[in-house]
């Protein structure tokens, strides 16, 4: 009887000392990110965030392909006064094979948009910018390219035309920022087909 008196009583005393309100460790936590988490919401100010060491440039990790999306260019931009990698993007085949009707429907939309400008809606050189020698159209004096018959472009490769579009070639700048990668080699591949005279 003695010894359940001794063993209820250390019972007792274990109980009253856990539920006592002062906690003197905290513990240990797992995982603490899951636990005390840093994820910020929208909409919420994002100023402070360099004072407690948190990196945030609100853009996704290199590397990521968005879903749907086809791989990004393989070929790197040639440093100045360097061509290789621009030679070297002849050998890039288009992965678009062929244009639906809707793909194609959509890359004669997106060629008026960001090159017909330029290089006409007929690929003839002759955009609003180009300034013709009669004083009529645009700003600028310089004829951007002619795609349709002038033979450097009509037996240009897709990738190197593709190279072009993304990195900028000559006067004309890239435009990897406003056509995604799909876009891009549609715009092309609508080209040629419009060079082939289909």
Request: proline share 5%; with cysteine.
């Amino acid at each position: 009887m003695k010894k359940v008196s001794i063993i209820v009583a250390l019972v007792l005393a274990v109980v009253a000392w856990s539920c006592n309100s002062v906690r003197k460790d905290a513990g240990k936590t797992y995982m603490p990110d899951m636990a005390y988490s840093r994820a910020y919401e929208t909409y919420v100010s994002y100023d402070n965030l360099k004072e407690q060491d948190i990196f945030y440039n609100a853009r996704p990790v290199p590397g990521t392909i968005k879903r749907g999306e086809l791989h990004p260019f393989p070929i790197a931009m040639d440093a100045a006064g360097e061509t290789k990698n621009y030679e070297a993007s002849a050998k890039v085949a288009n992965p678009l094979v062929n244009l639906t009707p809707q793909q194609y429907t959509e890359a004669e939309r997106l060629y008026l948009i960001n090159c017909g400008i330029c290089h006409g809606s007929q690929l003839n050189g002759e955009g609003p910018l180009y300034k013709r020698s009669d004083g009529t159209e645009g700003p600028y004096a310089a004829q951007p390219a002619n795609l349709i018959s002038n033979e450097t472009y009509t037996n240009m490769a897709e990738g190197t035309m593709f190279y072009s579009v993304t990195y900028g070639k000559g006067q004309m700048g890239s435009y990897a920022s406003q056509l995604s990668t799909t876009q891009r080699w549609m715009i092309i591949k609508y080209i040629k087909e419009k060079q082939a005279g289909k």
